[in-house]
T-cell receptor, first 113, second 115 residues
Framework: DTGVSQDPRHKITKRGQNVTFRCDPI?????LYWYRQTLGQGPEFLTY????????KSRLLSDRFSAERPKGSFSTLEIQRTEQGDSAMYLC???????????FGQGTRLTVV | QQQVKQSPQSLIVQKGGIPIINCAYE??????FPWYQQFPGKGPALLIA?????SEKKEGRFTISFNKSAKQFSLHIMDSQPGDSATYFC??????????????FGTGTQLKVEL
C-alpha cells in the first residue's frame, strides 16, 4: 500500500495522559500536513512540514501539542496532558510540492475519557 | 471567521438524480478548489479539483462549476448511485500559505442516495 498511513487507528486515553500518533506519508512527498476533525465538521489545519522543517502552525495547536518530522520522512504528533476537548479525528495528509493533490490518511480517532 | 461556506448541510436524492452542493468563499487569494469525499471512519479522498482559470471541469460523473466573480463553486454528481452516499467537503487553498496546500474546508454535506 503506497498511500498515507496513520497509526494507531483508534486511541482511548484517560484525561491527563500523553498520546503520540504517527504518520507515514507517501514516500516521495516532501510536504506533510496535520489536521483535526471533530464530529460533523470539516478538517481544520494544525501544522505543516516541508521536509523536516515545520513551517506553519495554527493557533489551534496549543503548547500541549508538538509535532516533529525527523529526517523529513514520517511525522509524529504528541498531545500532552490530554483534555476531553482533544477528542477528535487527527488526519495526516501529504503532497508533492505545493498546490497539488493532497492525499489523506485514514486518521487516528482519539477519545479522551 | 469561516472562509468557506457550504450548503446544504444534508441532501437526499433518488438513484439517478443529480445532487448539487454549493460553496462560497471570501478570500480572493484562494486559487485551488478541491472536493473531497469522506465515508464514516475514513479519511477524506480527493474527488475533483479546479483552478479559477476555468469555469467547469468534468471527471467521470463529477462536475465542478466555478464562478470567480461570485466567488462560488459547486459540485454536481450525475446519475447518482447509493454508493455515492457519503459526506462531501469543498475546500480551498491559498498558494502563499501552508506550502500551497493548507486547505480550508467547508462544513460538509451529508449525501444520501436512495434506491
Amino acid at each position: 500500500d503506497t498511500g498515507v498511513s496513520q497509526d494507531p487507528r483508534h486511541k482511548i486515553t484517560k484525561r491527563g495522559q500523553n498520546v503520540t500518533f504517527r504518520c507515514d506519508p507517501i514516500s516521495e512527498h516532501n510536504r506533510l500536513y496535520w489536521y483535526r476533525q471533530t464530529l460533523g465538521q470539516g478538517p481544520e489545519f494544525l501544522t505543516y512540514f516541508q521536509n523536516e522543517a515545520q513551517l506553519e502552525k495554527s493557533r489551534l495547536l496549543s503548547d500541549r501539542f508538538s509535532a516533529e518530522r525527523p529526517k523529513g520522512s514520517f511525522s509524529t504528533l504528541e498531545i500532552q496532558r490530554t483534555e476531553q476537548g482533544d477528542s477528535a479525528m487527527y488526519l495526516c495528509a501529504s503532497s508533492l510540492g505545493g498546490a497539488t493533490e493532497a492525499f489523506f490518511g485514514q486518521g487516528t480517532r482519539l477519545t479522551v475519557v | 471567521q469561516q472562509q468557506v461556506k457550504q450548503s446544504p448541510q444534508s441532501l437526499i436524492v433518488q438513484k439517478g438524480g443529480i445532487p448539487i452542493i454549493n460553496c462560497a468563499y471570501e478570500n480572493t487569494a484562494f486559487d485551488y478548489f478541491p472536493w473531497y469525499q469522506q465515508f464514516p471512519g475514513k479519511g477524506p479522498a480527493l474527488l475533483i479539483a479546479i483552478r479559477p482559470d476555468v469555469s467547469e471541469k468534468k471527471e467521470g460523473r463529477f462536475t465542478i462549476s466555478f464562478n470567480k466573480s461570485a466567488k462560488q463553486f459547486s459540485l454536481h454528481i450525475m446519475d447518482s448511485q447509493p454508493g455515492d452516499s457519503a459526506t462531501y467537503f469543498c475546500a480551498a487553498s491559498n498558494p502563499l500559505t501552508g506550502g500551497g496546500n493548507k486547505l480550508t474546508f467547508g462544513t460538509g454535506t451529508q449525501l444520501k442516495v436512495e434506491l
